[in-house]
Protein backbone atom coordinates (compact mmCIF):
# COMPACT_ATOMS: atom_id res chain seq x y z
CA UNK A 1 0.00 0.00 0.00
CA UNK A 2 1.38 3.60 -0.90
CA UNK A 3 -0.28 6.79 -1.88
CA UNK A 4 0.71 9.56 -4.69
CA UNK A 5 -0.55 13.04 -3.89
CA UNK A 6 0.08 15.71 -6.30
CA UNK A 7 2.28 14.04 -8.36
CA UNK A 8 4.67 14.87 -5.87
CA UNK A 9 5.33 12.57 -2.86
CA UNK A 10 4.70 9.01 -2.76
CA UNK A 11 4.31 7.99 0.89
CA UNK A 12 4.76 3.94 1.28
CA UNK A 13 3.19 2.02 4.71
CA UNK A 14 2.85 -1.28 3.68
CA UNK A 15 5.71 -3.30 5.89
CA UNK A 16 5.58 -6.10 3.72
CA UNK A 17 6.22 -4.30 0.45
CA UNK A 18 8.71 -2.03 1.84
CA UNK A 19 11.14 -5.28 1.54
CA UNK A 20 14.85 -4.26 3.29
CA UNK A 21 13.87 -1.09 4.69
CA UNK A 22 11.14 -2.87 7.02
CA UNK A 23 14.35 -5.14 7.78
CA UNK A 24 16.73 -2.75 8.43
CA UNK A 25 14.46 -0.71 10.85
CA UNK A 26 14.25 -0.63 14.71
CA UNK A 27 10.81 -0.45 14.65
CA UNK A 28 7.66 -2.83 14.15
CA UNK A 29 5.70 -1.14 11.65
CA UNK A 30 3.37 -4.06 11.74
CA UNK A 31 2.56 -3.66 15.33
CA UNK A 32 2.30 -0.01 15.05
CA UNK A 33 -0.61 -0.15 12.51
CA UNK A 34 -2.44 -2.56 14.72
CA UNK A 35 -5.87 -0.46 15.44
CA UNK A 36 -5.41 2.46 12.96
CA UNK A 37 -7.89 1.82 9.72
CA UNK A 38 -7.03 1.83 6.56
CA UNK A 39 -8.75 5.19 6.22
CA UNK A 40 -7.00 6.86 9.23
CA UNK A 41 -3.51 5.95 7.53
CA UNK A 42 -4.59 7.31 4.18
CA UNK A 43 -5.43 10.17 6.07
CA UNK A 44 -2.10 10.13 7.57
CA UNK A 45 0.01 9.65 4.34
CA UNK A 46 -1.73 12.31 2.45
CA UNK A 47 -0.67 14.87 5.56
CA UNK A 48 2.60 13.20 5.14
CA UNK A 49 3.06 13.81 1.21
CA UNK A 50 1.25 17.22 2.18
CA UNK A 51 3.91 18.69 4.45
CA UNK A 52 6.81 17.09 2.52
CA UNK A 53 5.64 19.09 -0.48
CA UNK A 54 6.02 22.29 1.37
CA UNK A 55 9.72 21.24 1.55
CA UNK A 56 11.63 18.91 3.99
CA UNK A 57 13.49 21.77 5.89
CA UNK A 58 10.71 24.44 5.46
CA UNK A 59 7.33 22.44 6.56
CA UNK A 60 7.26 23.19 10.61
CA UNK A 61 5.60 20.11 11.20
CA UNK A 62 8.68 17.76 9.47
CA UNK A 63 11.61 17.59 12.36
CA UNK A 64 14.78 16.51 10.29
CA UNK A 65 16.82 13.76 12.44
CA UNK A 66 19.61 12.77 10.07
CA UNK A 67 20.33 13.64 6.52
CA UNK A 68 22.86 11.27 4.65
CA UNK A 69 25.80 12.07 3.57
CA UNK A 70 24.93 12.31 -0.46
CA UNK A 71 21.87 14.42 1.03
CA UNK A 72 20.06 12.17 -1.10
CA UNK A 73 17.88 11.07 1.91
CA UNK A 74 17.12 11.71 5.09
CA UNK A 75 15.16 10.33 8.93
CA UNK A 76 12.26 12.65 9.94
CA UNK A 77 9.61 12.65 12.28
CA UNK A 78 6.52 14.63 11.81
CA UNK A 79 3.93 15.79 13.65
CA UNK A 80 0.26 14.72 12.28
CA UNK A 81 -3.34 15.50 13.75
CA UNK A 82 -5.29 12.55 15.56
CA UNK A 83 -9.03 13.68 14.36
CA UNK A 84 -10.38 10.52 16.38
CA UNK A 85 -9.19 11.69 19.44
CA UNK A 86 -10.14 15.71 18.71
CA UNK A 87 -6.24 16.18 18.84
CA UNK A 88 -3.87 18.58 17.10
CA UNK A 89 -0.71 18.59 15.69
CA UNK A 90 1.04 18.83 19.23
CA UNK A 91 -0.80 16.37 20.49
CA UNK A 92 -1.53 13.83 17.81
CA UNK A 93 0.37 10.96 15.69
CA UNK A 94 4.50 11.01 15.20
CA UNK A 95 5.71 9.55 12.25
CA UNK A 96 9.44 8.34 11.66
CA UNK A 97 9.91 8.29 8.03
CA UNK A 98 12.60 7.74 5.72
CA UNK A 99 12.19 10.27 2.82
CA UNK A 100 13.79 10.19 -0.79
CA UNK A 101 14.46 13.48 -1.96
CA UNK A 102 15.32 12.40 -4.94
CA UNK A 103 12.71 9.98 -6.46
CA UNK A 104 10.22 11.74 -3.97
CA UNK A 105 9.47 8.58 -1.92
CA UNK A 106 8.46 8.73 1.61
CA UNK A 107 8.68 5.39 3.79
CA UNK A 108 7.16 5.29 7.46
CA UNK A 109 9.01 3.95 9.35
CA UNK A 110 7.07 3.79 12.68
CA UNK A 111 3.58 5.56 14.22
CA UNK A 112 2.64 6.55 17.41
CA UNK A 113 0.10 9.03 19.83
CA UNK A 114 2.06 11.96 20.98
CA UNK A 115 0.97 12.20 24.78
CA UNK A 116 -1.32 9.58 25.06
CA UNK A 117 1.83 7.44 27.44
CA UNK A 118 3.28 6.05 24.42
CA UNK A 119 6.97 6.58 23.03
CA UNK A 120 8.67 10.00 23.37
CA UNK A 121 11.88 9.63 22.49
CA UNK A 122 13.90 7.14 20.17
CA UNK A 123 16.94 5.71 22.25
CA UNK A 124 20.55 5.97 20.31
CA UNK A 125 20.03 2.56 19.73
CA UNK A 126 17.08 2.84 17.14
CA UNK A 127 18.89 5.95 16.08
CA UNK A 128 22.04 4.58 15.29
CA UNK A 129 20.23 1.37 13.19
CA UNK A 130 18.49 4.72 11.71
CA UNK A 131 21.48 5.97 10.45
CA UNK A 132 22.65 2.92 8.78
CA UNK A 133 19.65 2.67 7.18
CA UNK A 134 19.01 6.12 5.41
CA UNK A 135 22.49 5.69 4.89
CA UNK A 136 22.42 2.12 3.27
CA UNK A 137 19.06 3.38 1.38
CA UNK A 138 21.31 6.57 0.03
CA UNK A 139 24.24 4.29 -1.44
CA UNK A 140 21.48 2.30 -3.21
CA UNK A 141 20.04 5.28 -4.55
CA UNK A 142 23.90 6.19 -5.69
CA UNK A 143 24.42 2.79 -7.78
CA UNK A 144 21.06 2.68 -8.83
CA UNK A 145 21.79 6.08 -11.09
CA UNK A 146 25.01 5.55 -12.03
Known amino acids: ?8 YSVHYDPNEMGDITKLSPFNLTKDLKGISEIKIQSISEEIANELIKGIERSPNVIVRYWAKLRNAAWVKIKTVDVERNAGKSNGYRCIMLVDTFNKHAFLLHIYRHGHGEDKNIDK ?5 LKILVEEYSKSLKENNK
Open 125 to 129: KAENK
Open 1 to 8: RSRNYLSE
